[in-house]
């Protein structure tokens, strides 16, 4: 399995060429499931998506898919930089169209994630990773709850 990285230009060019030709590239079949979920999931442009929402969203439109084609096809597109899985702790998996670095707010009660603006978050005296290991990237996910206080 080839495992590679896109530049942000390369994947801005990629989302705009065709579901099967983004297919081809993760070295996937271009099954009818696989090209309503590619055409499907590029179309809304920048967006954060689980597995099981766009699963919904594609019955939704009359395209029924497999949460196991989906699974595959999450994960085989984040391994070749065309979507960015988002580390989050517990059992849901998010994905986001948006692959250049950023950070997130999580808003748990509606189990959603919203970009942190660019350039707002500084990280400094980072430790050195254990010996053994390559630091690849930080993440910071900010979990978010309504304010007590409401606004008129």
């Known amino acids: 399995m080839q495992h590679f990285a896109l530049s942000q230009r ?6 705009r060429t065709s579901a099967r030709d983004l297919l081809a590239k993760a070295g996937l079949r271009p ?12 179309a809304a442009g920048g967006r954060h998506v689980s597995a099981s929402d766009l699963r919904d969203e ?25 979507i960015r899985r988002v580390p989050m ?8 169209t ?3 670095h950023h950070h997130h707010f999580y808003v748990a009660n509606e189990d959603r994630l919203i970009n942190v603006p660019n350039g707002t978050i500084k990280i400094r005296d980072i ?8 630091l690849v990237s930080i993440d910071v996910v900010l979990r978010l709850k309504p304010s007590s206080q409401q606004t008129p």
């Open 10 to 15: 390369d994947t801005l060019t990629a989302k």
């Open 31 to 42: 099954t009818r499931q696989r090209l309503a979920l590619a055409e499907h999931l590029f």
């Open 58 to 82: 594609l019955v939704r439109k009359g395209a029924p898919v497999s949460m196991c084609c989906v699974y595959s096809s999450l994960r085989r597109l984040s391994e070749i930089g065309l």
């Open 89 to 96: 702790y517990g059992a849901t998996a998010y994905f986001d």
């Open 98 to 100: 948006e692959t250049s």
């Open 127 to 134: 430790p050195a990773a254990p010996e053994g290991y390559d």
